[in-house]
């Protein structure tokens, strides 16, 4: 799956936005990626999930773990893939954890994957739940990277793209100058 297909697909799904956005992360842009308007047709989340899971195939995982609202999806897709289970992280006043009697074993050899990656909140507070079970982390992965490589993480990032949409603090935001009115669409709360 080239580049130019999965441009494609999020221009065809409306999932590629232009104006004034309020990321998850607190800082504005002037693009969105909705990856909800692309997982919403089976078939887009299936080609993409079994493309990102073939970048995994040499690390042996036994676990795909996901944050909620974004990883849920993609964590079932690459997990399906790849032939093991899926789990994702809930927030619970606003601290990430495993919830549902849902359980990583020590011995687990865990991907951890996402949507969207832009500031590395998410896939850390994963990262957090991993590590506190003694599980190995493989692998990191992501349908969008949008990272711009401004985020260590402790393993490789493995991506289907990159964007590098700028981003900026709302206080130097060249479209807040502008006064054009800012959307929220992502999940998470401030």
Do not use: W
Request: glycine share 8%; with cysteine; aromatic share 6%.
């Amino acid at each position: 799956m080239d580049k130019e297909k999965i441009i494609n697909i999020f221009n065809k799904t409306g999932a590629l936005k232009t104006g004034h956005f309020l990321l998850s992360s607190g800082l504005h842009s002037e693009k969105y990626l909705q990856c909800a308007l692309v997982l919403q047709y089976p078939n887009y989340t299936k080609q993409m999930c079994a493309e990102l899971a073939l970048k995994f195939n040499d690390k042996n995982p036994t676990l795909v773990v996901g944050p909620a609202l974004g990883g849920v999806l993609v964590s079932f897709g690459v997990a399906e893939a790849l032939g093991v289970k899926s789990l994702f992280t809930e927030r619970e006043e606003n601290i990430m954890k495993l919830r549902r009697s849902f359980e990583i074993k020590k011995t687990d050899r865990v991907i951890i994957v996402e949507d969207v990656i832009t500031t590395g909140r998410s896939t850390n507070e994963v990262i957090n739940v991993v590590k506190t079970s003694g599980a190995e982390i493989v692998g990191i992965g992501a349908i969008v990277d949008r990272s711009d490589g401004k985020i260590n993480f402790p393993v490789e990032v493995k991506s289907l793209i990159r964007f590098d949409i700028p981003t900026y603090q709302p206080e130097t935001c060249p479209l807040c100058a502008k006064n054009i009115p800012v959307t929220k669409p992502g999940s998470r709360k401030q």
